[in-house]
């Protein structure tokens, strides 16, 4: 084989693989592309998952000040409520002694 001959088959050996290479190149790109994509996607969803879980966070915080204050009013009627039952208990005391003064006394007066 000829020099010449040597030059023109690596020379087409060489252009079949720059078109490999081309092939190669813009399947690659296209493989890019999509996965740029695909991440841009992810992004907004991952975006829009943590708005999400911002928003529930701020649910949460008001749903657990709003669980204290209920704790602590119920806590303040607790403590009403036994008072009013304390005072209920002294007015019925109160209210038998009374009777018991204001009855006729059945007790006959005793003679020296």
């Given at each position: 084989?000829?020099?010449?001959?040597?030059?023109?088959?690596?020379?087409?050996?060489?252009?079949?693989?720059?078109?490999?290479?081309?092939?190669?190149l813009a399947r690659l790109s296209t493989e890019v592309d999509r996965e740029r994509e695909n991440a841009k996607?992810?992004?907004?969803?991952?975006?829009?998952?943590?708005?999400?879980?911002?928003?529930?966070?701020?649910?949460?915080?008001?749903?657990?000040?709003?669980?204290?204050?209920?704790?602590?009013?119920?806590?303040?009627l607790q403590v009403e409520t036994a008072t009013m039952k304390e005072r209920a208990a002294h007015a019925e005391q109160l209210q038998a002694v009374l009777d018991r003064l204001q009855a006729p006394a059945d007790v006959t007066p005793i003679r020296k």
């Open positions: 084989m000829s020099l010449f001959g040597a030059l023109c088959k690596n020379t087409q050996r060489l252009s079949a693989e720059q078109e490999q290479l081309r092939v190669n996607q992810a992004k907004a969803a991952i975006d829009v998952g943590g708005k999400k879980i911002q928003a529930l966070d701020r649910e949460l915080a008001e749903e657990r000040q709003a669980r204290t204050m209920a704790e602590r009013a119920l806590g303040e």
